[in-house]
């Protein structure tokens, strides 16, 4: 509901101003029409309706007031009508799936945290195709750009270490990503790799896959994942159970900074689970979908039934001081 000039709605302060001169004048004229020694014997007289209704004058008065008042500042029923086009990204999340990956420096542990935050990522970008790759020594896409978003997360839970030989063939990471979005015919197309390690595995080389990328116009965005140092691996030992050691953290920056420069990406370390949410909000915030919306609005006016209502108390509240209770007090 909205008003087409709520400036009249000021006039509803007097109302209050107006009950309070009308009963003071009522009661500041109530003289006695005949004088009685004593009042006592009509005290138990059955009273007259007429004296209840002279109440109701000032009250219908005020009703149609306050309708007629409405009326005046025209309500408005506002029926809103979007067309919404949208031109969406085509996003390849690339995460590695190598043994270092059950450190435990971003808790539970590096590959469940980059899961949890990948798909919280998903969530928000509704109008995007958003496909899955992972790798280790050998590199494959769990599930190509696609619109079905909850097929995207359920495939997310599926990934797990040991899908593929351990290692870290990023550059195979990168290439696998690329051939999911080379023939695609979005606006823009951006794959995020992730990785804690070095490359040590593979037939393409991270430059070489970096260059490919910028020949076709994709931004390769990288994300090294690790604290800083040394950070706690689990180890199971057959006879004295699960223990910890700690291994060194060895990331290869100057590759990766260099990989996103060459396509036009960025590059982040995320040393724990609050800097890794942040880098996503960061990609979050670079790459916005394009959408348009064209807004109709509707006004359908409302005032006619404050005013059918006004004039129907005004009409009630004339008869009632005129015939019904005949109040000379209340006469406007």
Do not use: C
Not at 86 to 114: F, H, T, V
Not at 289 to 304: A, F, L, M, N, T
Request: net charge negative; aromatic share 10%.
């Amino acid at each position: 509901m909205t008003w087409a000039n709520p400036e009249f709605l000021w006039f509803l302060l007097l109302l209050p101003l107006f009950l309070v001169y009308r009963f003071w004048i009522y009661f500041s004229k109530k003289n006695a029409a005949i004088t009685f020694s004593s009042a006592v014997s009509l005290a138990n007289l059955p009273g007259n309706y007429r004296a209840y209704l002279v109440w109701g004058t000032p009250v219908l008065y005020s009703l149609a007031f306050t309708f007629l008042t409405l009326a005046l500042a025209r309500p408005q029923l506002q029926n809103t009508t979007v067309e919404r086009s949208s031109e969406g990204i085509d996003i390849m999340i690339s995460i590695d799936i190598s043994s270092s990956m059950l450190a435990e420096d971003l808790q539970p542990n590096r590959l469940i945290a980059a899961k949890d935050v990948a798909s919280d990522f998903i969530s928000q970008r509704t109008t995007d195709r958003i496909g899955i790759n992972v790798f280790a020594r050998e590199s494959f896409t769990v599930v190509p750009p696609t619109l079905d978003h909850n097929l995207v997360q359920n495939m997310l839970e599926t990934v797990d270490l040991g899908m593929v030989r351990d290692g870290t063939a990023i550059g195979m990471g990168i290439a696998s990503s690329i051939n999911r979005l080379r023939n695609s015919d979005a606006e823009s197309r951006i794959i995020i790799m992730l990785t804690d390690g070095m490359n040590n595995a593979g037939e393409i080389d991270p430059i070489t896959a970096g260059e490919m990328a910028a020949a076709l116009g994709i931004r390769v965005y990288t994300m090294g994942i690790g604290t800083r140092g040394t950070a706690p691996y689990p180890v199971d030992d057959p006879i004295f159970g699960r223990r910890y050691q700690n291994v060194q953290v060895n990331i290869d920056e100057d590759m990766l900074i260099q990989v996103a420069e060459l396509t036009g990406g960025q590059y982040w370390r995320a040393t724990d689970l609050d800097e890794l949410i942040e880098v996503y909000r960061e990609i979050d915030r670079l790459e916005q979908s394009e959408v348009d919306e064209i807004i109709y609005v509707d006004y359908q006016d409302r005032y006619p039934n404050y005013l059918f209502a006004g004039l129907v108390f005004l009409l009630l509240a004339f008869l009632n001081e005129r015939i019904f209770a005949r109040s000379p007090v209340f006469h406007l």
